[in-house]
């Protein structure tokens, strides 16, 4: 690089050894790219939260309303995310309309903790898929600069991705925490809700529920009707499983 020599003795440079910066940072990615990029994203978001959707979350609940919900929430938002990062709308824009679409469609349905788990975890699972980045920049500043697909970003990608498909097989599983669930129950033998006659009330629960009874709760009493509720805790027995035991009404269960 030549320095030329002004009139006051400064350096400067010579206006031909300048390097093209703006060519350099506006390199863009070819169309055949770009595709790529958006199929990587879009298939190994879809293929993972159809993994955790159908082996996981569906094979308790039976719920189709959720896992239609879900893998079309997630892969709404993975395009979203990627369309709106390319047009530098900016992240917190998309989480924002996200947030805004989550409340108008949730606030008048209480939701369960299980089924909003399960939202929490393909939002972030869409926001990593679509937002990761898999090209660089290659080439050197004096080459021609131009875009290639990073192996090792896109392997910590979907190691991630598999990091959350793990934890969650492991917890659905119950391999580290015992397999209990609890049933709402409405009591007729008030009598034995006093502490003194806990024991009887335990083995009624034991005779009539047909299972070993972990705990119990003491909840709303009513004299007049001699009726009480009772939050039952028990273990479940290997495989079981128990979606609906807080139900207490007709209209509250979905199939």
Known sequence: MMLQTDNLGEYNLADEDVFDVQAITDAMMTPVQSLTELGIRFLLNLVVCWVIVHFFYYRKSHRRDYFFTFLVFSSAMVLLLYMMGNAEVGVGLTLGLFAIFGVIRYRTETVPIREMTYLFVIIALAAL???????????AVTDHAHYVLDAATLGVTVLANLLIVGLIWILESGRFLAQTSTKLVLYDRIELIVPERRAELVADLEKRLGFPVEDLEIGHVDFLKDAAFIKVRYRLSQGQDATIDQLTKAKDYVG
């Open 129 to 139: 898929n679509g937002l990761s980045p898999l090209f660089r920049l290659a080439g």
